[in-house]
């Protein structure tokens, strides 16, 4: 995949990497409340005594904020090549070209729209919902409006999941942003207003929450290649749709050994699949209807 220009802007970045020490591992988050979103994890609100990251554990440090850390980031992301050398740069320019692509989209409906904050951590962080392990994978956190990504993750989902190629890294930028898009239309709220409502469909609405936030990134891919923002060939589409099935509940929970639908967060490998073709196809927010679904 191409970019239309090199330029990387750290304006956006929180870097808090190396503050907590030590890379996370991938795995499935536990739920003890809810709020957050993410590619891989359950709803993530995990307290700091169940990560065990107070002063007197054992367990993961949590990254505080670095000192000088993003425009450090900058400036060697924006050396010739680093785009394509650096995860961390070539992260950050997805993450660019996914709010620029949206903020011209929300512009053209006479709307504002406001960027995220894109957070890098090890192991573990405080965040405005919480403390989360880098276990529950990138997720974004509708209370501070912030998207969080150990990059370990990104090696592991290559190497574990099997979901190869740049295009992968975008498309769980641009799903971690889907739920940016979710909290600023007010959909995030709703859901789980919902849950709150019917506790016995919060597993089905939080799947639905996750399949809009991949087709979401279905249109923003859509919207970036006619846009100029990025090109996208077969290539690409066929490294997205990797990524989408790899995180699919029923391949992680096979994994496991065991594969059971009624407690599935995010939808199966074919629905997110077919919920990011939906985005890409339809080019539009609407084509991803409305969440919830009574």
Same mark, same amino acid.
């Given at each position: 995949m191409r970019f239309d220009d090199q330029s990387v802007d750290a304006s956006e970045? %929180? %870097?808090?990497? =190396?503050?907590?020490g030590g890379g996370g591992g991938l795995g499935?988050?536990?739920?003890?409340?809810? =709020? =957050?979103?993410?590619?891989?994890? &359950?709803?993530?609100? &995990?307290?700091?005594?169940?990560?065990?990251?107070?002063? +007197?554990?054992?367990?993961? @440090?949590?990254? *505080?904020?670095?000192?000088?850390?993003?425009? %450090?980031?900058? *400036?060697?992301?924006?050396?010739?090549?680093?785009?394509?050398?650096?995860?961390?740069?070539?992260?950050?320019?997805?993450?660019? #070209?996914?709010? #620029?692509?949206?903020?011209?989209?929300?512009?053209?409906?006479g709307k504002t729209y406001t960027k995220p904050r894109l957070v890098y951590f090890s192991q573990a962080v405080r965040t405005g919902c919480g403390a989360a392990s880098a276990q529950v =994978?990138?997720?974004?956190?509708?209370? +501070?409006?912030?998207?969080?990504? +150990?990059?370990?993750?990104?090696?592991?989902?290559?190497?574990?999941?099997? @979901? *190869?190629?740049?295009?992968?890294q975008a498309y769980i930028v641009a799903h971690e942003v889907g739920h940016h898009l979710q909290t600023l239309t007010g959909t995030e709220t709703r859901l789980r207003q919902a849950q709150q409502a019917d506790p016995s469909r919060e597993n089905e609405l939080s799947v639905q929450l996750e399949l809009q936030a991949d087709c979401y990134a279905g249109v923003w891919s859509t919207l970036a290649n006619t846009g100029g923002n990025v090109t996208i060939g077969e290539a690409e589409l066929d490294e997205a749709l990797g990524a989408a099935q790899a995180v699919g509940d029923d391949r992680i929970q096979a994994r496991a050994g065991e594969v059971n639908p009624e407690t599935w967060t995010h939808g199966s490998a074919q629905q997110r699949r077919d919920s990011f073709l939906t985005g890409y196809r339809g080019a539009s927010m609407s084509a991803c209807g409305t969440v919830p679904h009574a």
């Open positions: 970045l %929180d %870097d808090q990497r =190396g503050s907590g499935r988050g536990v739920a003890v409340g809810g =709020g =957050g979103a993410g590619i891989l994890g &359950l709803v993530i609100y &995990l307290l700091v005594t169940v990560l065990g990251g107070g002063s +007197d554990s054992a367990g993961p @440090a949590l990254s *505080q904020p670095g000192s000088g850390a993003s425009s %450090d980031v900058a *400036q060697r992301c924006n050396t010739a090549g680093a785009i394509d050398k650096y995860d961390d740069c070539f992260v950050l320019k997805a993450f660019n #070209e996914v709010n #620029e692509v949206w903020t011209a989209q929300f512009g053209r409906s =994978g990138p997720f974004y956190c509708p209370p +501070d409006r912030k998207v969080y990504i +150990d990059l370990g993750f990104l090696d592991q989902l290559q190497r574990d999941y099997g @979901a *190869q190629g740049r295009y992968a």
